[in-house]
């Protein structure tokens, strides 16, 4: 796969010109980009359909979790608006994971895929919500779960990615958030890794956020994520 397309860039902002300066920046050289539900909220799914009509793909990070048939109605609503990938929240459980992997049927280009642990949180995290053993546990227990209720792929920390490959096998879709250059700051990230790291793993795509978009230089800063990469 080109190292391009395995990059997806996060717009983590608050404001439509904040985004689309990074996406006008970045210009060819970025073909995917991670919609959460920030952006979403403040600029609504308008921003989605330019994104889709400028020939990107859109990560479409939801997060779902819900009754199944709203979580359903949400899903058909990302294909709707032609996104690539849309997150559901494994620990809904299958109910909801099925009612989304369905509901996406429709839409052949749309791939579900199943939130794990979010990459802030330790097993010390865990424990405060009930939840024995390690991250990593409990990341390949809701793996297991996603690829039983016919999930695409699922979301987790560059630390499981080895591991979830072996779960998953070779098709699916593992992306992995929180990567970082050697050497810089993780932010929120407990459990974070270089996207060689991830890829050379098994990752099929990593995520970056502000390390681009907060940049003095977004292009450049992409470039040497690319490049990182590349040298897997």
């Given at each position: 796969?080109?190292?391009?397309?395995?990059?997806?860039?996060?717009?983590?902002?608050?404001?439509?010109?904040?985004?689309?300066?990074?996406?006008?920046?970045?210009?060819?050289?970025?073909r995917?980009?991670?919609?959460?539900?920030?952006?979403?909220?403040?600029?609504?799914?308008?921003?989605?359909?330019?994104?889709?009509?400028?020939?990107?793909?859109?990560?479409?990070?939801?997060?779902?979790?819900?009754?199944?048939?709203?979580?359903?109605?949400?899903?058909?609503?990302?294909?709707?608006?032609?996104?690539?990938?849309?997150?559901?929240?494994?620990?809904g459980?299958?109910?909801?994971?099925?009612?989304?992997?369905?509901?996406?049927?429709?839409?052949?280009?749309?791939?579900?895929?199943?939130?794990?642990v979010?990459?802030?949180?330790?097993?010390?995290?865990?424990?405060?919500?009930?939840?024995?053993?390690?991250?990593?546990?409990?990341?390949?227990?809701?793996?297991?779960?996603a690829?039983?209720?016919?999930?695409?792929?699922?979301?987790?920390?560059?630390?499981?990615?080895a591991?979830?490959?072996?779960?998953?096998?070779?098709?699916?879709?593992?992306?992995?958030p929180?990567?970082?250059?050697?050497?810089?700051?993780?932010?929120?990230?407990?459990?974070?890794?270089?996207?060689?790291?991830?890829?050379a793993?098994?990752?099929?795509?990593?995520?970056?956020?502000?390390?681009?978009?907060?940049?003095?230089?977004?292009?450049t800063?992409?470039?040497?994520?690319?490049?990182?990469?590349s040298?897997?």
């Amino acid at each position: 796969m080109d190292p391009s397309r395995r990059i997806i860039v996060a717009l983590d902002c608050d404001n439509r010109p904040a985004a689309q300066a990074v996406v006008e920046q970045l210009g060819d050289e970025c073909r995917f980009y991670k919609v959460g539900l920030e952006l979403l909220t403040a600029v609504g799914p308008q921003f989605v359909e330019y994104l889709v009509g400028r020939g990107n793909e859109v990560f479409l990070d939801l997060k779902l979790f819900e009754i199944p048939n709203s979580v359903a109605g949400a899903v058909r609503a990302a294909g709707a608006l032609g996104v690539s990938m849309v997150t559901v929240h494994s620990m809904g459980g299958t109910g909801i994971l099925t009612a989304a992997v369905e509901a996406a049927r429709d839409y052949s280009d749309l791939r579900v895929l199943a939130l794990t642990v979010v990459t802030s949180m330790t097993d010390a995290d865990l424990v405060d919500i009930g939840v024995a053993g390690s991250t990593e546990s409990q990341v390949l227990r809701l793996a297991g779960l996603a690829k039983r209720a016919g999930c695409h792929g699922v979301t987790a920390s560059p630390h499981e990615v080895a591991s979830l490959r072996e779960v998953l096998g070779g098709d699916a879709l593992i992306v992995a958030p929180g990567v970082v250059l050697p050497g810089a700051s993780v932010n929120e990230h407990a459990r974070p890794g270089t996207p060689y790291a991830a890829v050379a793993d098994g990752a099929s795509h990593v995520v970056v956020g502000r390390a681009v978009t907060r940049a003095p230089d977004a292009l450049t800063a992409f470039r040497r994520f690319r490049a990182n990469l590349s040298a897997s």
